[in-house]
């Protein structure tokens, strides 16, 4: 069984993370065919969402609990980017009207 998996239980959090399945919830049924996402996909997953919303970097990082904001700014540059190009595109919007 992957090691990387995590079992959700309503009364568990942290949730657990184990190579065992949840006595209580099975991680999903071999007929699901859902694809394996680990914990760190999901964290990697809430901060990108949350910088394409707006919320400031320096908020994430905290909340990531990275020691210095170099470090997520590094690791969300692909994103800075993007949100970047949309901000000119907004610029650019915002002057052709004028």
Same mark, same amino acid.
């Given at each position: 069984?992957?090691?990387?998996?995590?079992?959700?239980?309503?009364?568990?959090?942290?949730?657990?993370?184990?190579?065992?399945?949840?006595?209580?919830?099975?991680?999903?049924?071999?007929?699901?065919?859902?694809? %394996? !996402?680990?914990? @760190?996909?999901?964290?990697?997953?809430?901060?990108?969402? =949350?910088?394409?919303?707006?919320?400031? #970097?320096?908020?994430?990082?905290?909340?990531?609990?990275?020691?210095?904001?170099?470090?997520?700014? %590094? !690791?969300?540059? @692909?994103?800075?980017?993007?949100?970047?190009?949309?901000? =000119?595109?907004?610029?650019?919007?915002? #002057?052709?009207?004028?």
């Amino acid at each position: 069984m992957d090691r990387d998996r995590i079992c959700l239980h309503h009364d568990h959090w942290p949730p657990d993370r184990t190579d065992q399945p949840h006595p209580h919830l099975p991680c999903s049924p071999p007929h699901a065919e859902l694809r %394996t !996402i680990r914990f @760190h996909d999901l964290r990697h997953t809430t901060a990108t969402l =949350l910088l394409e919303e707006g919320v400031e #970097l320096v908020v994430i990082k905290e909340l990531l609990g990275h020691a210095h904001i170099g470090v997520t700014a %590094t !690791i969300y540059a @692909h994103v800075r980017l993007g949100l970047q190009r949309q901000a =000119l595109d907004t610029l650019s919007a915002t #002057l052709d009207r004028s």
